[in-house]
């Protein structure tokens, strides 16, 4: 398992946008709902999703939103 080092790096690769991709999937929103949230086509949102998916080594949305639920609570979340 990486260190908190680690994964706070890989936090910090995210973009604003892709930082609010996956509060949004941890919200329980799919893509068509995220698209409509940001005003962007569901397609840019799966593109979105595949990005953030890579830059932090997951593969699905339930761990996605496990890992940022954990993120916030440790308030590792930096702001840009």
Known sequence: ????KHLLERTRKLSRRQRRVVELVAQG???PEIATALGIGAHVVRN???AIYDKIGLSRRVEL?????????E????RQ
């Open 1 to 4: 398992m990486p260190g908190k």
């Open 29 to 31: 929103l799919n893509n």
């Open 48 to 50: 979105y999703v595949s």
């Open 65 to 73: 939103a496990l890992w940022y639920e954990a993120r916030k609570h």
């Open 75 to 78: 308030d590792k979340l930096p």
